[in-house]
C-alpha cells in the first residue's frame, strides 16, 4: 500500500506532520521526507552548515512507525511514542537530502509495541533506533 496523503492515517499536522509519503508492504512501513531547507527546525541549527536534529531524525521514525501501526488499530486508538533506545546517529542529513525511513514490529505486548527503526539517505545508514509506543485513548 503506496500513500501520498499521510494525513489519512496519522494525527500529525503541519508543521509537525515530517513525512511526505509511506508504504507498507510485508510488515515493513517505509516513509520518505525531502528536506529543503526552509524547515523550522532547522532555523539556527547550524546557520552556517544545517543539519536536521536527531531528535527530528527520531520523530520521522516515529512517524512513519505510527503508520505501520494504525493498519489495524481500532479508530478510537492512537499510538504514543513512550521509549527510544539504542539511538544511534550515524550520519548528518543536510537540506536537499531525500530521508528515507524502514521500520517494523518486533513484538507487541498490549497495549505495548516494540519496534526498530532504521533512516538512510542514498541508501546510507544515518540514524537507527527501536521505539516503543502504547496504544490510548483518543
Sequence with gaps: ???????????????????????????????????????????????DSPVVPGVILCEILAQTTAFLISDGVPKNKSPYLVGLDGVRLKRPVAPGELFETECKVLRIKEPFYFTTCKGFVGGQLCVRAQLSFALVDK
Design 1 to 47: 500500500m503506496q500513500v501520498d496523503n499521510v494525513e489519512d492515517y496519522l494525527p500529525h499536522r503541519k508543521p509537525m506532520l515530517l513525512l511526505d509519503s509511506a508504504s507498507l508492504e510485508g510488515g515493513v512501513a517505509r516513509g520518505k521526507l525531502l528536506i529543503k531547507g526552509d524547515e523550522w527546525f532547522l532555523q539556527g541549527h547550524f546557520p
